[in-house]
């Protein structure tokens, strides 16, 4: 399931992004499905995948920038290769892959990733629309090489989104309150040497005192 905000599309959390990624794992990657959500002693390992020779990939996928990516891969890395699970499946003679995709990654991420000795790659993603269909788009950031796949497509526009697999929200739930707190915040506001601002005192009747406890050196103000 994907959100909108504005004429931005993304995955309405990270468990719609680990689904879209396993329904398109073997176009996107090459890679085969061997379990999800792993248990590592006490982590957990979003997928453990294998490619057509048996060579392990862990992939970690993030909704969102995440810059403590690296430690939590070279984890995974030491607790696959200590217990070793589906060895009939995996070839453990093998490197283990480490794989992050994120929609964007932070300078940290590399900097921890120069001076790791595990070969880890880093994938970014986005979402765009074209021609009636929703793309995932894929971007190997050492080789600038690009994948794709098609999530969904519409040949009319009377087809009934409810024939896609995917629901595309116009708004963000979350966005929506920041909102409306954001509005109430500009109707009463504490703040601190506010005579320096030029704003006038209000009094406050006594049930919005109660939902607005002063504390000492702070006066509220109405904004115009």
């Known amino acids: ?41 006490g982590e957990i390992c979003d997928l453990l995948t294998i490619n057509s020779s048996r060579q392990a990939y862990i992939l970690e996928l993030k909704n969102v920038e995440d810059r403590y990516v690296v430690q939590q891969l070279t984890r995974y890395y030491y607790y696959l290769s200590s217990e070793k699970p589906f060895s009939q499946s995996v070839d453990y ?19 921890d990733r120069c001076y790791s000795k595990l070969h880890i790659d880093f994938y970014e ?18 080789d600038d090489q690009n994948t794709f796949a098609i999530l ?33 915040l500009r109707l009463i506001l504490g703040v601190r040497y506010a005579s320096k601002l030029g704003l006038k005192s209000l009094q406050l009747s006594d049930s919005e005192q109660k939902n607005y406890q002063k504390s000492r050196g702070v006066k509220y103000f109405k904004l115009s």
């Open 93 to 111: 003679t093998q490197d283990i892959r480490l794989v992050a995709i994120q929609p964007q990654f932070h300078k940290h991420n590399f900097i």
């Open 152 to 184: 969904s497509g519409q040949t009319s526009r009377s087809e009934s989104k409810a024939q896609s697999n995917l629901e595309v929200l116009e708004y963000d739930q979350d966005q929506e309150k920041r909102l409306k707190a954001e509005e109430s």
């Open 125 to 142: 993603f986005s979402i765009s629309e074209a021609d009636g269909s929703i793309i995932l788009n894929i971007k190997n950031m050492d």
């Open 1 to 41: 399931m994907l959100k909108k905000i504005g004429k931005k599309l993304g995955f309405k959390n990270e468990e719609c992004f680990e689904v879209t990624i396993i329904n398109h794992l073997k176009e996107l990657f090459g890679l085969e499905l061997l379990a999800r959500q792993l248990r590592l002693q």
